[in-house]
């Protein structure tokens, strides 16, 4: 399927009814930046969508999925329906995998920076690695789940945090009179509170759109 020729095809149909993007967007239920990502090309319609959006524009959807008016066609809007589904699919999961692969290399370079540029600030060897174990764990379910905003949090939440800990943790001294750094701990606290802030949103989210 061609998306250009598609996005192409609905906004001269959308500037046909007299409906501008946020117009449009509203009887969908959308944003009118959605309408805009549809005519661009950068994204398609949901699947829930292709029958109210062709409705709304006057065309069937073997139209709309073909991207042009077709005058005497045979009604494959079911196979097509099908086929667009499956692309839809097939789309998602690339996306997805991609945006996986730069949020893990993202988070090898903070942690490279993290614990061996700057070690002579914190000294420590087991918790950047610790936390680099957690962040992937997390951030491969999240993306997978469709937590969008979590993954982001956890993504720039590791050095965030570091620095957080840079900027506030200080000295002291144990009962034995030894010298104390709570680095350590300022920085895995913060970047949990970070984790789970990302978190609490996206089940914020999840729970509005299902309303």
Request: hydrophobic share 45%; with cysteine; aromatic share 16%.
């Given at each position: 399927?061609?998306q250009i020729k598609i996005g192409q095809f609905i906004s001269q149909k959308r500037k046909e009814k007299g ?193």
């Open positions: 399927m061609n409906y501008t993007q946020n117009q449009l967007g509203e009887l969908l239920g959308v944003t009118g930046k959605t309408i805009s990502r549809w005519e661009t090309g950068k994204y398609m319609p949901d699947l829930s969508l292709l029958i109210p959006l062709s409705e709304l524009l006057s065309i069937s959807v073997h139209e709309l999925l073909v991207g042009e008016e077709i005058e005497n066609s045979q009604d494959e809007s079911v196979l097509l329906t099908l086929e667009y589904s499956n692309y839809l699919k097939i789309h998602k999961q690339k996306y997805k995998t991609m945006k996986c692969i730069i949020c893990l290399l993202f988070l090898f370079v903070q942690f490279y920076i993290c614990r061996y540029v700057y070690f002579e600030i914190h000294g420590m060897k087991e918790l950047p690695l610790g936390l680099l174990e957690l962040a992937v764990s997390i951030v491969i379910i999240t993306i997978y789940s469709n937590y969008n905003t979590s993954s982001i949090c956890i993504s720039f939440g590791y050095s965030v945090s570091f620095f957080i800990a840079y900027l506030f943790n200080f000295d002291g001294l144990d009962s034995g009179g030894g010298k104390t750094n709570n680095f350590w701990l300022i920085w895995l606290f913060s970047y949990l509170i970070i984790i789970f802030s990302g978190l609490i949103i996206d089940v914020f989210k999840k729970k509005y759109k299902s309303k």
